[in-house]
């Protein structure tokens, strides 16, 4: 070993001992401790023991040095990031998300009308036709929950507003959600308070949220999970989530959580949102005290593997449409095939039909101002725009069951009994042109 070693450490010992040693300064410098180090917190604390030192004063100008942990590296604190608005006219920024698998969750769910009920046996009625076709049509969708904090959802079921595989998309920095277009190539925006009229109207109107009264409800289960109530009312509706904590879901869950608040028009941001909480549930309760639609998740599971490509906000490459909605020329749900499965046959000794009924099947007129559907024998057959008519052919002879509704069961109709063929309308009869003179 070196002798000067020892001798060395000696002697910072007693300079340590004394006052310090003083670091040469340069002409005209300050003295040191004059102004505190803006590193001065990463500074290991003084060997020798003594009285606590007084609290320093922060200097005028408000700064001071960078925290540390126990271990002596920098802390950065995180900033509260508030996610931005999307603007229906202005196309999202580019998704920066990495080109690798994502951890998250992965569901399938379903929109449940209640009420809707199952086929009737009668006079050349095939209930197990009906029966395959009406689960066919159940509003099927599937869901993927990234724990970075993004939303897919695909609706993997012909019954929407929207064509089969449309997807809503969202990301936990922006409020509001994209539609991207089946075959991925196109997207629009929808902007907070406007997802309530797409499912409603295949619009994407804006409609006033409001802040929504939260109350914590009861506990329970659903897919084997530990659940906990809580309602979200405006004067909308009312909708009430089972949530279960899923810690894979991440930000994800959020997400899932606020778009099914949007449909009672409340307010993202809500209280009843958090990280690791998915919605398992959700009946949906309009003024009324009227159950109109359910969400429900059918399966749930953690994943290593979900595809960015998938998930990203907008999608890579996708053309930016920022007033159209996936093209969809029809309403129409089934095929002409499926309409004279209905009946197993021709009904003989039917009344003749209605003057202003068609020679085959339905016409269905809708003066409404906005979207229904007609169910016959409890399957949703058609959905007709607002002042619009649509025709479904393919029904045999006979009699049926019609009703008419909405998508999320605000205004439900009473069945009632029709012969085919008919036509029917459904609000006030439109004016004539001897009318509007």
Wanted: proline residues 10%.
């Amino acid at each position: 070993m070196n002798s000067a070693g020892p001798v060395a450490v000696f002697a910072l010992l007693g300079c340590v001992a004394a006052i310090g040693c003083a670091k040469d300064q340069p002409s005209g410098a300050k003295p040191a401790g004059s102004v505190p180090s803006p590193n001065a917190s990463i500074l290991p604390a003084p060997l020798a023991s003594g009285p606590p030192r007084k609290p320093v004063k922060l200097p005028a100008n408000g700064k001071v040095g960078v925290p540390v942990n126990s271990a002596g590296r920098l802390v950065v604190p995180k900033e509260e990031v508030r996610p931005t608005p999307l603007r229906p006219e202005v196309a999202p920024p580019s998704d920066d998300m990495p080109a690798k698998p994502m951890a998250g969750v992965s569901m399938t769910a379903r929109f449940v009308w209640p009420g809707q009920g199952t086929p009737k046996s009668g006079d050349k009625v095939d209930v197990a036709s009906i029966t395959t076709i009406q689960k066919r049509l159940e509003a099927n969708v599937r869901i993927e929950l990234a724990s970075a904090g993004r939303l897919r959802l695909v609706m993997t079921s012909a019954v929407f507003p929207l064509p089969l595989n449309s997807e809503i998309r969202a990301r936990s920095d922006r409020f509001g959600h994209i539609v991207v277009w089946p075959n991925r190539r196109a997207y629009r925006v929808v902007p907070v308070g406007g997802l309530r009229a797409l499912f409603a109207e295949r619009r994407a109107d804006v409609m006033p949220d409001v802040a929504g009264k939260v109350l914590q409800g009861g506990k329970g289960k659903h897919l084997t999970m530990a659940t906990q109530d809580v309602s979200v009312s405006t004067s909308t509706g009312k909708a009430t989530l089972t949530q279960a904590k899923v810690v894979a879901a991440g930000a994800g869950g959020e997400l899932l959580c606020r778009m099914l608040l949007e449909l009672v028009a409340a307010r993202p941001n809500s209280a009843a949102c958090a990280a690791d909480l998915v919605p398992l549930k959700a009946p949906f309760t309009w003024p009324g005290n009227k159950v109109g639609l359910e969400f429900e998740a059918t399966q749930i599971a953690g994943r290593q593997d979900l595809a960015s490509g998938g998930l990203r906000v907008p999608p890579r490459a996708a053309l930016f449409k920022p007033s159209e909605l996936p093209p969809q020329p029809t309403g129409v749900l089934i095929s002409k095939n499926d309409a004279t499965a209905f009946r197993s046959g021709v009904v003989a000794n039917l009344p003749s039909p209605e003057d202003d009924a068609p020679g085959e099947g339905l016409s269905l007129k809708n003066n409404t101002d906005t979207l229904r559907y007609l169910l016959i024998d409890s399957v949703p057959v058609t959905w007709v725009a607002p002042q619009s008519e649509v025709s479904v052919i393919g029904f045999q002879r006979g009699k049926y069951r019609a009703q008419w509704r909405d998508f999320l069961g605000q205004t439900i109709g009473k069945p009632k009994t029709i012969t085919m063929p008919a036509t029917l309308t459904i609000g006030p009869a439109a004016k004539t042109e001897s009318d509007q003179k």
